[in-house]
């Protein structure tokens, strides 16, 4: 129980410093490359690239609907009427294995929220995608992405 909590605190942390450094608008550093094999076509594939792509993308049709939590949509609604966090993690998570990539998404606890006066809160949390081969990994979160490089090289 005490490394989730550690492991929560350390996540946090990392996205309210992104927030503070203004990581909204994330640079790509093109001087550093980030190499997965794709075993497939026997090619190098830029982990780097091949997100932030994705980034432009999913830019091109992104909408923020929280109308749509809680709903189960199909790639077609999510594009055409937008959705969530959870929505779009699942949506950088699936786009990532399709390349070839290590994906999964993550939740944590943001805070309890009081809907309506007199109600009891609810649980709010927040979903993001953590992808990742053996050199890099990147943060996807709704329509931003951040990278960085695995200090030391290969894990």
Not at 26 to 48: A, E, H
């Amino acid at each position: 129980m005490k490394f989730r909590k550690i492991t929560f605190i350390i996540i946090v942390l990392f996205l309210v410093s992104l927030t503070i450094n203004g990581a909204l608008s994330l640079i790509n550093d093109n001087n550093v490359k980030y190499v997965k094999y794709d075993i497939n076509n026997k090619k190098k594939v830029d982990l780097i690239n091949e997100m932030y792509d994705l980034k432009s993308k999913i830019n091109e049709f992104y909408i923020y609907n929280i109308s749509n939590e809680g709903k189960n949509l199909s790639k077609i609604e999510l594009k055409e009427q937008g959705g969530v966090c959870n929505h779009w993690a699942n949506y950088w998570v699936e786009k990532a294995k399709e390349l070839g990539f290590n994906a999964e998404v993550k939740k944590f606890f943001v805070k309890k929220e009081i809907i309506v006066e007199g109600m009891p809160s609810i649980d709010v949390f927040h979903e993001f995608a953590l992808i990742n081969n053996n050199d890099a990994w990147c943060i996807a979160s709704n329509n931003w992405i951040t990278c960085r490089e695995f200090i030391g090289g290969n894990v």
